[in-house]
Antibody
Framework: QVQLVQSGAEVKKPGASVKLSCKGS????????MHWVRQAPGQRPEWMGW????????KYSEKFQGRVSLTRDTSATTAYMDLSSLTTEDTAVYYC????????????WGQGTLVTVSS | DIQMTQSPSTLSASIGDRVTMTCRAS??????LAWFQQKPGKAPKLLIY???NLERGVPSRFSGSGSGTEFTLTISSLQPDDFATYYC?????????FGQGTKVEIK
């Protein structure tokens, strides 16, 4: 079965960077795109970016352009999300999300990684 | 960017009630609309995709409908497990935007 297992919680100071991982299993990693979505406390989910796990092509939300970088390691079947210049407003749960088996809906979600930014 | 607006923000209902919530998009979506259920501390769970397609394993009491800019999620007979927050989402091959959510509470 499809599984996305994300790395553990992080605590960062303002101005720092964070790199999160998302390991996919149970499917052909390079055949499906991966989104990253974050959700601040009490807020709606917010799309951050997408990576084609096969080609490595990316697309980013304008809100995060220049501050986020999505990469992947196909041999490790793992996707990564780098977010720089952190502020307290980046405190959120970050999810990786694989697209659907038959279409591009957001079908499979990782368990989420809590990133806390605090001085 | 396409904006998504859900109503109501909160909905109070009883077990067995038929429940309907609405999602409006700022421009036509061509049907690429999904619904998610989220419980505290958990990831969103896909219920409906492409407006009306029920995700595998989701109970048939959930249904989606709509077109253009207005979409609806209906729960035909509310069950205890259904008290949660529901989000609509417009999506395409490369991005997605979520509504602000409708919280279903016990009346």
């Amino acid at each position: 079965q499809v599984q996305l297992v994300q790395s553990g919680a992080e605590v960062k100071k303002p101005g720092a960077s964070v790199k999160l991982s998302c390991k996919g299993s149970g499917y052909t990693f390079t055949s499906y795109g991966m989104h990253w979505v974050r959700q601040a406390p009490g807020q709606r989910p917010e799309w951050m970016g997408w990576i084609n796990a096969g080609s490595g092509d990316t697309k980013y939300s304008e809100k995060f352009q220049g501050r986020v970088s999505l990469t992947r390691d196909t041999s490790a079947t793992t996707a990564y999300m780098d977010l720089s210049s952190l502020t307290t407003e980046d405190t959120a749960v970050y999810y990786c999300v694989r697209i659907g088996d038959s279409s591009f809906h957001f079908q499979y979600w990782g368990q989420g990684t809590l990133v806390t930014v605090s001085s | 960017d396409i904006q998504m607006t859900q109503s109501p923000s909160t909905l109070s209902a009883s077990i067995g009630d038929r429940v309907t919530m609405t999602c409006r998009a700022s421009q036509s979506l061509s049907g690429w609309l999904a619904w998610f259920q989220q419980k505290p501390g958990k990831a969103p769970k896909l219920l409906i995709y492409k407006t009306s397609n029920l995700e595998r394993g989701v109970p048939s009491r959930f249904s989606g409908s709509g077109s253009g800019t207005e979409f609806t999620l209906t729960i035909s007979s509310l069950q205890p497990d259904d008290f949660a927050t529901y989000y609509c989402q417009q999506y395409n091959g490369y991005s997605g935007t979520f509504g602000q959510g409708t919280k279903v509470e016990i009346k």
